[in-house]
C-alpha cells in the first residue's frame, strides 16, 4: 500500500535496454537487490573511451540529486474521499485533490499514465515571499518549517527563502524538478504543459524543462501582458509575464483558435473575405524547379468590383488584355501556390464578386492575382496582450464571486480558457497542480459549457491555511483549498441551464497516510499468548471508501470510475464502472455473498483478508470464483 518505487521501475526499464549494465548490490536492510553499474552505463552511452568525469553543459545546483531521488522514492500515503465537500460526487469525471503536490502526483502515476492532454501550473514565483513545500516525509510540517527557520520558537511564521539565503535559487529548483520530473510521466504522448513564470526564474525554468522535455520539447515562450501599467518599483516598470509551454513529443497538439470572419475586411457574395496573394513567397520554389504552378492569368481591368479587384481568366479573351506570371520582388520568375486545375476551379469569368481569385495593379505597376481567403481558424500568437488576460480581470472575477478579494492575483479565465483552446481537445483531461483559487478548473468548466466539450479536470492544492487576519479568514475560509473548493460550486451555479451531461461536479479527496497500519513483525518477536491480541493490518476509522480508492490507485484506475453503492446480503458492496470492479470490505463476508459477486461476473473483485474466518474461507472464496468466474481477478487487502 505504497506508491510505486520508480527507481525500481528505472532500473527495469535500462535492464531492458542494457543488461550489460545491471548487477547486484545489498541494500540497508542486507537484502540483494539489481543496481546500476553507471560506469558501464557512461560507457554504453558514450562513442569514445570514458576514463574519467567528463564537463558538460547543463543546469546544476545543490540538493539537485536529492531532488530526483525525492521524485522517485515511494511514499505509504493514499487519497481518501470527502463526501461532504463534493459535488455529485458518484457521478462526475473531475477531481479536487487537496494535500501536497508532490504526494499527488506519485498517487495519481499508474492511475493517468499518459493520459493528460495539459497541464497548467502558476506555481510561486520565488520573489522572496514564502513557500512551503514538506519535501522530507520522514518529518511534520511544524518540524519541517522550524528546520528551515521559516518559525520562531514561539511558532511565528518567518519569511521564507529571502534572495539573503545561499540556496535561494536551488531551493526553488529542486521544489520544481521533482514535480516536474513526475509530471511529465503523466502527459500523453501529444500533451502539453504550461508554466506561468516571471523574469526572476523564467531563464533557470528554461533549462530545466529543456533537460527533463528535451530542447525539442519546447513550444513557444508567450509573453502576457499582465499590468499594463507596469510595477513601476522597478528600473524599468514591469507589464509582461511569461507563459513557458513544452510538450511532451515533439508532437505536441497545439491548435489554432477560432477566427471572428465578421472582422475581415473585405466581403462579397459570399460573405467577408481577406485578400491573398496567391504568389508563392517560398525563395525555394520558382518555374525552374516548380514548372506545374508557373502559368499565365489574364486581366480584364475595366470589370471590377466595389473594392476594386479586376475579373481574371486562364484563357485569352475580349477585354482581358493584360496577362501576368508570377514574378518575385526582384522581377524574377517565380510561381503560384496553386496549380492551373485549382485555379480554374475557382474563377467565374465575367464577375468578380463571385470569382474566388482576383488581380489588382500594385504601386509598381505591375498586376498580383489574390485569392479570397476566409479563414475559419487562426494561429495563436507569441504575445497576449488583450485586455482580459491580465492580472487586474483574473482579480475582478474572484471579487465578483466571493463579494471580496479573497485570493491575490488569481489567474484571468480569459488567460485559462486562450491556453486549453490552443492545447485540449473536447475529451482531454486538464490537470493544474498549484490549483490556488481554482481559476484553471473554473475554466475547462466555463469553456466546456460554450463548446459543448466534455474535459476533465484533475486540481490539487496545498491545504496551506489562509493567514490570520486576511481577507479569506475574515470570510471564513480557514485554507485555500477550501477557497478553491467552494469557486469551483459557485462556477457550476453560475453557469446556470445545463445542457444534459455537463458535468460541474468534481470529487474531493484528500492525500493521507495508507490505510494499511505497520503490523509487520518478525515471527520471532510474536509470541503465543500475543496472537489474539493482534491489531488488524487496515487503520481503525477508515470507511469502505476510504479503501475503495485506495484499490483504484493500487489497480491503476481512474480516479473518476462510476460508482454504485449496493447492499449484497446486508453487506455493502461498491460497483464500480458497471462491475468492472465490485469491491466489499465488510468485516466478515458470507459464502452467499461471495457466490452472488461472482455470479455477476466482475473484472475485479477486492475482499478485506480478515474477512474471512479463516484460511480455508479464503481459499473455498477463490474455488467460487474459479467455478463460477474464472476471468475474474480476486484480491485481498
Known amino acids: 500500500m505504497t506508491s510505486p518505487d520508480f527507481t525500481v521501475r528505472n532500473i527495469e526499464r535500462l535492464a531492458d535496454l542494457f543488461p550489460q549494465v545491471i548487477t547486484e548490490s545489498k541494500n540497508a536492510e542486507g537484502e ?8 558501464l552505463l557512461r560507457q554504453e552511452l558514450s562513442d569514445h573511451v570514458v576514463e574519467g568525469p567528463q564537463e558538460r553543459y547543463r543546469l546544476d545546483w545543490p540538493g539537485k540529486r536529492a531532488a530526483a531521488f525525492a521524485a522517485n522514492a515511494p511514499i505509504a500515503k493514499t487519497l481518501r474521499p470527502v463526501h461532504e465537500e463534493s459535488v455529485n460526487f458518484d457521478t462526475t469525471k473531475n477531481l479536487f485533490i487537496e494535500g501536497d503536490n508532490l504526494n499527488a502526483l506519485k498517487l495519481l502515476q499508474e492511475s493517468y499514465l499518459g493520459k493528460v492532454k495539459l497541464i497548467y501550473i502558476d506555481p510561486p514565483y520565488n520573489t522572496g515571499n514564502d513557500f512551503v513545500y514538506n519535501d522530507n516525509f520522514a518529518e511534520t510540517s511544524s518540524e519541517y518549517l522550524a528546520r528551515s527557520s521559516q518559525v520562531t520558537p514561539s511558532g511565528e511564521r518567518l519569511t521564507a527563502n529571502t534572495e539573503s539565503n545561499g540556496r535561494f535559487h536551488s531551493n526553488w529548483l529542486s521544489m520544481m524538478y521533482s514535480r516536474l520530473k513526475l509530471a511529465r510521466t503523466l502527459l500523453s504522448d501529444d500533451g502539453v504543459i504550461a508554466i506561468s513564470i516571471d523574469d526572476k526564474e523564467a531563464a533557470r525554468l528554461g533549462q530545466m524543462l529543456d533537460e527533463l522535455f528535451g530542447n525539442d520539447g519546447r513550444v513557444a515562450q508567450v509573453v502576457v501582458q499582465a499590468n499594463k501599467g507596469g510595477r513601476d518599483y522597478l528600473p524599468l516598470a514591469q507589464t509582461h509575464e511569461y507563459l513557458v509551454i513544452y510538450g511532451r513529443t515533439d508532437g505536441a497538439g497545439i491548435y489554432d483558435l477560432p477566427r471572428d470572419t465578421s472582422a475581415l475586411p473585405l466581403v462579397d457574395e459570399t460573405g467577408p473575405y481577406e485578400a491573398r496573394e496567391l504568389r508563392n513567397r517560398n525563395p525555394k520554389f520558382h518555374r525552374g524547379n516548380r514548372p506545374n504552378l508557373f502559368y499565365s492569368f489574364y486581366i480584364n481591368p475595366d470589370l471590377t468590383d466595389e473594392h476594386g479587384y479586376s475579373a481574371v481568366s486562364l484563357e485569352p479573351r475580349s477585354g482581358y488584355g493584360i496577362e501576368t506570371v508570377p514574378r518575385n520582388s526582384q522581377g524574377e520568375e517565380s510561381c503560384w501556390r496553386w496549380g492551373r486545375d485549382r485555379a480554374s476551379d475557382a474563377i467565374q469569368v465575367g464577375d468578380p464578386r463571385k470569382s474566388q481569385l482576383v488581380a489588382r495593379q500594385v504601386r509598381t505597376g505591375s498586376w498580383n492575382v489574390y485569392e479570397k481567403h476566409r479563414p475559419t481558424t487562426q494561429k495563436a500568437k507569441t504575445i497576449w496582450d488583450e485586455t482580459e488576460v491580465r492580472t487586474e480581470a483574473g482579480t475582478r472575477e474572484v471579487r465578483a464571486m466571493f463579494g471580496a478579494p479573497v485570493f491575490d492575483h488569481p489567474k484571468p479565465l480569459d488567460l485559462l480558457k486562450k491556453l486549453i483552446s490552443i492545447s485540449t481537445v473536447p475529451e482531454s483531461i486538464v490537470m493544474d497542480f498549484f490549483a490556488g483559487s481554482g481559476s484553471t478548473a473554473h475554466a475547462v468548466m466555463e469553456l466546456n459549457h460554450l463548446d459543448g466539450g466534455r474535459r476533465q479536470f484533475i486540481s490539487v492544492q496545498l491545504d496551506e491555511a489562509c493567514e490570520t487576519g486576511s481577507v479569506a479568514a475574515q470570510h471564513g475560509f480557514r485554507t485555500i483549498a477550501d477557497i478553491g473548493r467552494e469557486r469551483l460550486r459557485k462556477a457550476g451555479d453560475a453557469l446556470g441551464v445545463l445542457r444534459e451531461g455537463e458535468d460541474v461536479g468534481f470529487r474531493s479527496l484528500r492525500v493521507d497516510n495508507s490505510n494499511k497500519s505497520d503490523v509487520l513483525r518478525a515471527a520471532d518477536d ?23 480508492f485506495q484499490v483504484l490507485l493500487d489497480w491503476g484506475l481512474e480516479l473518476t470510475l462510476a460508482i454504485v453503492r ?6 455493502e458492496v461498491f460497483s464500480v464502472e458497471d462491475d468492472a470492479l465490485i469491491a466489499c470490505f465488510a468485516e466478515s463476508v458470507t459464502p452467499a455473498v461471495v457466490r452472488q459477486i461472482a455470479e455477476r461476473g466482475p473484472l475485479r473483485t477486492v475482499f478485506r483478508d480478515d474477512a474471512f474466518e479463516s484460511d480455508a474461507a479464503r481459499i473455498n472464496a477463490e474455488q467460487v470464483f474459479r467455478e463460477i468466474s474464472p476471468a475474474t481477478e480476486v484480491r485481498t487487502i
Open 32 to 39: 540483494v537487490t539489481l543496481a546500476v553499474d553507471f560506469d
Open 566 to 571: 449496493e447492499d449484497v446480503d446486508g453487506h
Open 526 to 548: 510474536i509470541e503465543q499468548r500475543e496472537l489474539s491480541s493482534l491489531e488488524p493490518s487496515i487503520l481503525a476509522g477508515r470507511s469502505g471508501d476510504d479503501l475503495l
